[in-house]
């Protein structure tokens, strides 16, 4: 049986990833995938938090399926919000995937 | 020219890589991405075959293109009864892309 | 906010990945992000430049968000048409994907 969820998607740099993985679990979100051998060349929303262009860095990609889609957006924005719209290099987007059960 | 396919996704521990490759070549599907390095933190159908919660483990996922969504359903399905319904944590999912030819 | 874009995604073999980060470049792409720890066994469409089926092989995934459909279809087709179509194994697709803004 496929169920369709959303998937939630943070590719961002690596310094961040347990402040990232401590709020996710605050979030009550139990379950994620981390990518580590991920890096990235970024301009637009890949500005990093010492003011200039991102270098070619060193980044992660963290997944997580969440089934409700209005949380997975309020989740996703939050941390956009937190990380992501001025502090951090990244991108937070989401997919719709259907998950077999 | 695009031609929509589906993209079939299976994320499990590590350990059961060429138990899985193996069952994916008698199922006729010859061609597939894996990637290594790849961890994750389980909850809900993540449970492992020792009976706890997974830990944070090392996990693979492995990308298959499959033409025909029916045929990308019934492998899908194959793969979860098989390794992930009760043996092994992990997810298997789809996703509707387009391919070009 | 989120905003529907492209998510254009190449998997291809490890050895071109200057040329075609060079071509991308060449197209005002700045930025995407590599995965590097990918490994790929083909058949169809993943013929490798020296003729015979490509083997269990180093592959690379890059990934570039592209936010108007008609750009990411043509940004798609002249990297296939480039560096897939014939000489190297790989593929190239496009989802559709909610980010962020």
Sequence with gaps: MLKQVEKL???TERIIISKIIKYIESLEIKAYTIY????GQGQRGMRSI???LSRFGENIRIEIIIEDEEQAVEVAEKIYNKYLSSRYA???YLEKIRVVK
């Design 50 to 52: 010492s003011g200039g």
């Design 36 to 39: 580590h051998d991920v890096s």
């Design 9 to 11: 998607i943070i590719i």
């Design 90 to 92: 990244g991108i937070v």
